[in-house]
């Protein structure tokens, strides 16, 4: 079936760099990825959606020029965690497609 | 708009026992339901997922679940539970082009 490769698993990072994580679907080709973000003992929240070749959409409350989304080919998606700080600490999530509910295995992100 | 709700945070269940994790969900029209199971610090791996046709959906390690449109419910079953079930269960809703919308979570525990 469609698997979505995400990585790294786990990244820690110092408070002012800047962390990029990948997202890749496997096998099949995705015009559409969404990036999710997941507190601890709550649901996922969706953060913005990746589409190939032209600009991420936002959900509101989300700063697009602290998480930057790019989407070049139909098989990538990254997400870049700019000047990071502790509270951006969190689980990040990615998907592809909508209705094939197909998801990454997620990054664990901590800034210290 | 749509929306997913999950009424209860936490639900214990003896192994062996048959197990049921609620969902309920408000849309208009048709929609696509999905089941997702998160392990520890890891993405979300699916389960199941109804589109249309057999109200009853059959899934991953034994599960199903059975779409009831006039209660506009999705609840996840289980015949006989197993300790390695214990984790944490979303129900997810998504109609037309919309988004993927979340439940927000049942920490389902199975008692030796």
């Known amino acids: 079936g469609a698997v979505v490769s995400q990585h790294p698993s786990r990244v820690i990072c110092k408070s002012g760099t800047s962390v990029k994580i990948e997202c890749r679907s496997l096998d099949f080709q995705a015009t559409t990825m969404f990036w999710y973000r997941q507190f601890p003992k709550q649901s996922l929240m969706l953060m913005a959606t990746?589409?190939?070749?032209?600009?991420?959409?936002?959900e509101q409350g989300v700063e697009k020029d602290k998480f930057l989304i790019n989407h070049a080919s139909l098989t990538l998606s990254t997400l870049t965690v700019t000047s990071a700080h502790p509270e951006d600490s969190s689980f990040y999530i990615c998907?592809?497609?909508?209705?094939?509910?197909?998801f990454g295995s997620g990054t664990r992100l901590t800034v210290v | 708009a749509q929306s997913v709700a999950q009424p209860e945070d936490q639900v214990n269940v003896a192994e062996g026992n048959p197990l049921t994790v609620k969902c309920t969900y408000s849309v208009s029209g048709n929609p696509y339901l999905f089941w997702y199971v998160q392990y520890p610090n890891r993405g979300l791996q699916f389960l199941l997922k109804y589109i249309t046709g057999d109200n009853l959906v059959k899934g991953s390690y034994g599960f199903e679940a059975e779409f009831n449109k006039s209660q506009t419910s999705f609840h996840l079953k289980k015949p006989s539970a197993l300790v390695s079930d214990s984790a944490l269960y979303f129900c997810a809703v998504v109609f037309g082009n919309e988004k993927l919308t979340f439940g927000t979570g049942t920490r389902l525990t199975i008692i030796p």
């Open positions: 998907s592809a497609g909508v209705k094939s509910g197909v």
């Open positions: 990746s589409n190939e070749g032209s600009k991420a959409t936002y």
